[in-house]
């Protein structure tokens, strides 16, 4: 295991069980994702921690020189993915709780959905 994917699994353990967040599991995009509500708010990709924050929070860090947009390997980063440099000294703890947040706080229920 990397410590990549070491560092990942910590920060699985420490948010499952929280209101709403599921595992990483399944197959294709997302299969190292964590998900609150069914949707993807932090994964592992290519050794990268990539959380979906506000774009102008995601800009914010860009400009920082903490990492990227997230792209998906289809040629055109994604303005609300951000992709932590593996060279930075961020804590993946708050970033991924704050995704948490942002991902969370848009579910509207069975209804709104």
Known sequence: MTPAEERF???VTELLGL???TPPGGSG?????????NKI???LVR?????????????GL??????????????????????LSPDSTLD??????????????RHKGPAGD
């Open 62 to 83: 860009v400009d920082g020189g903490e990492g990227g947009n997230f792209d998906a390997n289809k040629g055109t980063p994604m303005k609300e993915w951000f992709a």
């Open 41 to 43: 708010f932090a994964m």
């Open 9 to 11: 699994d910590d920060l």
């Open 92 to 105: 993946w703890s708050p970033l991924a709780r704050e995704a948490l947040a942002f991902v969370g706080g």
């Open 47 to 59: 050794g990268q921690l990539v959380v979906k924050l506000p774009g102008e929070r995601v800009d």
């Open 29 to 37: 995009f997302g299969r190292s994702a964590l998900r609150v509500h």
């Open 19 to 21: 209101p709403g967040v």
